[in-house]
């Protein structure tokens, strides 16, 4: 009798073609995210995702040598580019690119993210379906605590803006952004911002957190002046933000965030979990995704949901899917907005120690970090039952929370 043949498949050979799981729409990944999830590894020459309820994709790198990096830094490990969602990377098989070519509907080509579709299949999605397409308005947007205030800054002001930031030798420079601080320094291992800045709140401050104060019917803006932190962002056309909920232990409660010279779109994102749930995927993937458009001289007022409870993030894009003004959903209701110069943010918070103020006590646990250690924030996306144990902790605490403070 002949041995039995040998179990499995052998792996597929090394090649420039990646296949990739836990990743894609299903997930919440646009084809983009995953771009530039992989772009640190090289350049990436085309992501193919193949339907808009997938959580696989074939990621094409313009080398061997780059798929094979990628493969060592992001196979089953968290990818910090992804929301810190462990991945699966391993070398495509001919069969999984075959199949992806005969089907994909998307295929956004990475290195000027340029967007080709091919409709084989009827239901096929496009890659302005898988973008959140962007409100105008925040009463459109419908993110509770979300206020967006068109033509706040004046030109002028924007000019003085661009410049006293343009002029300051303190830049430090990120992976993909440059950022500025003043008041206090904004830390990105502990996301908190404690140590002095080297600088003082920029003489233009006053007159936008004044003006910011004395907005009627925006919620939040009552605490505007208390406002002692400002990060500035510079981002290159293309560059975006990954998804975030600033720390609830580090800043209070209400976040203002100025656009200078370039728009984009900044895109909310909630995950709601029902009771303990056993999907996997129900606790990844964000349940309600809304997204608005900045254009320059806007202010974006964050307080109340939008603040505690909903990530935001900037899409690493070139251009997004905007609503026409006024679009009534008759005709082409969307329209691309490229995002042609650089967009300089100026983000004032205002900065809380919890060792004066004590822990958080806002309405979400589940976003808290107060109360949810940040190993435990990231790591809720890929351990099943961490984010139900993590918010019984919550009550716990809010509970001993609730004794201490009848105590005092
Ligand atoms: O660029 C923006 O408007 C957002 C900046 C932001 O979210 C932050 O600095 O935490
Ligand atoms: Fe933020």
């Not at 690119?97 to 290195?111: E, F, I, Q």
């Not at 579709?117 to 925040?138: F, G, I, L």
């Not at 975030?244 to 209400?254: E, I, L, R």
């Not at 203002?256 to 900044?266: E, K, M, P, Q, Y």
Request: hydrophobic share 40%; glycine share 8%; charged share 25%.
């Amino acid at each position: 009798m002949s041995p039995p043949p040998p179990r499995g498949r052998p792996p597929p050979p090394p090649s420039r073609h990646l296949y990739v799981a836990n990743v894609g729409p299903k997930v919440g990944d646009a084809a983009e995210d995953v771009a530039a999830a992989f772009a640190a590894f090289g350049e990436v020459a085309a992501v193919q995702i193949r339907d808009p309820t997938s959580a696989r994709c074939v990621v094409s790198m313009a080398t061997d040598d780059a798929a094979r990096d990628a493969i060592r830094a992001l196979n089953d490990a968290p990818c910090a580019a992804l929301g810190g969602r462990k991945i699966v990377v391993r070398f495509a098989g001919e069969s999984a690119v075959a199949t992806m070519d005969a089907t994909t509907d998307a295929t956004t080509d990475a290195t000027d993210a340029t967007t080709t579709t091919t409709k084989k299949k009827t239901n096929a999605m496009t890659q302005e379906e898988a973008w959140c397409v962007a409100a105008r308005t925040s009463d459109d947007l419908g993110v509770p605590g979300a206020t967006l205030i068109l033509d706040f800054v004046t030109e002028d002001e924007e000019v003085a803006m661009l410049k006293s930031a343009e002029e300051d030798p303190r830049w430090q420079r990120l992976a993909k952004r440059r950022v500025l601080h003043y008041g206090y320094a904004f830390d990105y291992g502990t996301r908190d911002a404690k140590a002095p800045a080297g600088a003082a709140m920029p003489s233009y401050a006053a007159a936008l957190l004044d003006r910011a104060a004395a907005l009627t019917d925006v919620p939040g803006v009552e605490r505007a002046l208390r406002c002692d932190q400002l990060t500035v962002n510079e981002y290159e056309p293309g560059i975006g933000l990954a998804p975030h909920v600033d720390t609830h232990s580090a800043f209070g409660g209400t976040i203002l965030a100025a656009s200078c010279g370039g728009g984009a779109v900044i895109e909310f994102r909630l995950h709601e979990r029902d009771g303990d749930g056993d999907d996997d995927a129900s606790r990844r993937v964000p349940s309600r995704r809304a997204a608005i458009y900045l254009p320059p001289r806007s202010l974006l007022v964050m307080a109340g949901e939008a603040r505690y409870r909903w990530a935001h993030y900037v899409p690493h894009r070139k251009r997004d899917a905007v609503k026409r003004f006024g679009g009534d959903g008759g005709g082409a209701a969307t329209e691309i907005a490229r995002r042609e110069g650089k967009r300089v943010s100026f983000t004032f918070r205002e900065t809380r120690d919890v060792a004066v103020e004590g822990p958080c006590a806002c309405a979400w646990p589940e976003a808290c970090d107060s109360r949810m250690g940040a190993a435990q924030l990231l790591n809720e996306r890929a351990r099943p039952g961490a984010v139900a144990a993590a918010r019984r902790a919550a009550e716990a605490a809010a509970a001993f929370r609730e004794v201490e403070i009848v105590d005092s």
